[in-house]
């Protein structure tokens, strides 16, 4: 049974203190309740940068005005994003191609009703090391031989789902068998996804984050001791990556939370 594919939470213990609750999400698909979790939480972090809270109002408001108009647009848009929204949105009993992505967006806006911080692990690109960073990654995953293996997604796709239907977990009682296939094509994508840059980059970019997930947990150490808890929801298969760079230890980050849009303030259901 694959560790990657777990239903379960990972919970990470820092050695200073607090924890870290490493809670997989799979791409635009809303979890249904027995899947969302029941913890007590101080604080939520994202791998994202500042903008996406931007992001995810502007699609919020895009689908108000024409709804679907963001599924019918990633649907549109070719490539590697496209095979995976279309193969979930074939999935009969789960909700998919859901924009803003669902799981995250609905904790978002339950840590803003309740006021708690919310910080976003991307850092911005006038830090110098991740500009370096980016612009590596934009190199290696714009190199003329991976783009011509883009133009033959759909066997690449195909043949890294058959890859991946070997590593399904069921998902628990009363939970759609549904949620395992969509377990798997999101795998099958963060693999394709990962494979455009090489594995010094994704270890570089995995221990950075790390750095600032430990550096939100010190913060918010200091206000809640070392009962701190901090939510972390992340794509399922990305987890065990992360999990390896924070138990090797990397040195805090200083990073300040984000505050969100006053107005957002209804959790979803």
């Given amino acids: ?24 999400v799979l ?3 809303v979890h249904p309740q027995s899947l969302r979790p029941r913890i007590e939480w101080h604080a939520l972090a994202l791998l994202e940068g500042p903008e996406i ?36 949105t074939q999935l009969d009993e789960i909700q998919t191609g859901r924009f803003p992505d669902p799981e995250p967006r609905r904790l978002h806006r339950l840590a803003l009703r309740h006021e ?7 850092p911005t690109l006038d830090d110098e090391a991740w500009e370096e960073q980016r612009t590596q990654e934009a190199k290696v995953s714009t190199h003329w031989r991976k783009l011509l293996s883009m133009v033959r997604i759909g066997k690449k796709w195909r043949k890294a789902v ?20 969509a377990s798997v094509l999101s ?5 394709l996804t990962e494979s455009r840059i090489n594995t010094s980059l994704s270890k570089a970019r995995d221990e950075r984050f790390a750095q600032r997930l430990r550096g939100a947990l010190a913060a918010e150490r200091a206000k809640h001791g070392d009962q701190a808890t901090i939510l972390l929801p992340m794509l399922q298969t990305w987890r065990p990556a992360i999990l390896a760079m924070l138990n090797s230890n990397p040195q805090p ?17």
């Fill in 187 to 191: 795998a099958a994508w963060w693999d």
């Fill in 162 to 181: 058959k890859l991946r239907i070997f590593d399904a977990v069921p998902p628990p009682k009363n939970v759609p068998k549904d949620m395992a296939t």
């Fill in 253 to 269: 980050e200083e990073i300040i939370s984000s505050t969100g849009p006053s107005e957002q303030l209804e959790e979803e259901e």
């Fill in 1 to 24: 049974m694959s560790v990657e594919l777990s239903w379960e939470d990972i919970v990470w213990d820092d050695p200073d203190g607090g924890r870290i609750v490493l809670h997989g």
């Fill in 116 to 122: 708690r911080p919310v910080y976003c692990i991307e």
């Fill in 27 to 29: 791409p635009t698909t």
């Fill in 53 to 88: 809270e931007d992001v995810w109002q502007l699609e919020e408001a895009s689908e108000k005005d024409s709804p679907g108009i963001n599924l019918a647009s990633a649907l549109l848009g070719g490539g590697l994003d496209s095979a995976l929204i279309e193969d979930l």
